[in-house]
């Protein structure tokens, strides 16, 4: 059996190499480049056939809309004969494999089953779409404090500012003395040179972020972070041509309280995810109870329903 199946893959293969070689030199020409997929339908008589195995038909019309617009014409010519030879290959080995595999019966149930799930989970999360209000901030809080252990920071964040620049920007001096300082007129300044004059700068001391965003926009090596932190509020480092300015205006060590501000966005992901989950189940019941009241689904020894089991 497995000499045989070897001999057809050779001669089918050998032949797909031949109608390669005469095909590619066919479509060296521009290639139209539309949407759409390979078709396996009768084609028109317009149509023009690249090769048939078995019932299926690969025209030349069908692989040129699968292109995308817009490639240079080698790119779409490589595209053009990658798709013609994967589709060969697909429809030779699937027929090989149909004509010599003993036990198509259990990959038939497989396909249905496969298919089966996708159309409910598709059905599922369609249905379930509609939940996509935003939770309330007292939703949000009330989540918060009576879950305090899913919020207990692996990192510590940090609250400041950050600024690169040229090491010989005649500003410097007053770039440093306004990232230390704390008072508004400094801050404003700040703010109007580095706009418009820094090579990057970047504000956060109303906003919590966590340290490792910070530390990966400068070239130095931090080392443990909650460390760094405590001996360090103003901090300067040379690379290159280049001065990088830090300023940490306020920061949470490691295993503390995340803020609530800080915590938002999570416990709003949570909350979205909660009430989908809860929307779910509320439609399987329905579809249960309908499926009951119209004689589709008959309770036995089980009821869905309630999941228990009768005495």
Partial sequence: MTDNVNTNIRKRVSLCRLMMAGLVGFFTVGLMACRGKATTAVPSE??????TVKDSVLTKEAVER??????EPSDSIAMFETILNNWIQHQVLTSVAEENLTDMERIERLTREYRDQLIIEDYLRKMSSSVSATPSAKEMKQYYDAHPEEFVLSQPLVKGAWLQTR??????????QWMRAKDESSLDQLEKYGMKHAMRYEYFGETWVPWSEVTERIPYRFGNG????????????????????LHVREWLPSGAQEPFESARQKIAGILMERAI??????LIRSIYQKAMK????????????TSEMKK
């Fill in 46 to 51: 317009e149509e023009i056939v690249l090769v």
């Fill in 66 to 71: 699968m292109i995308p617009t817009g490639l």
């Fill in 167 to 176: 090491e010989d920007d005649a500003q410097i001096e007053n770039l440093r």
């Fill in 226 to 245: 909650d460390e760094f932190l405590k001996s360090n509020s103003d901090f300067e480092t040379l690379k290159g041509n280049e001065i990088y300015l």
């Fill in 277 to 282: 989950a809860e929307k779910r189940v509320s």
């Fill in 294 to 305: 119209d004689g589709t689904m008959v309770a036995g020894d089980y009821n869905p329903l």
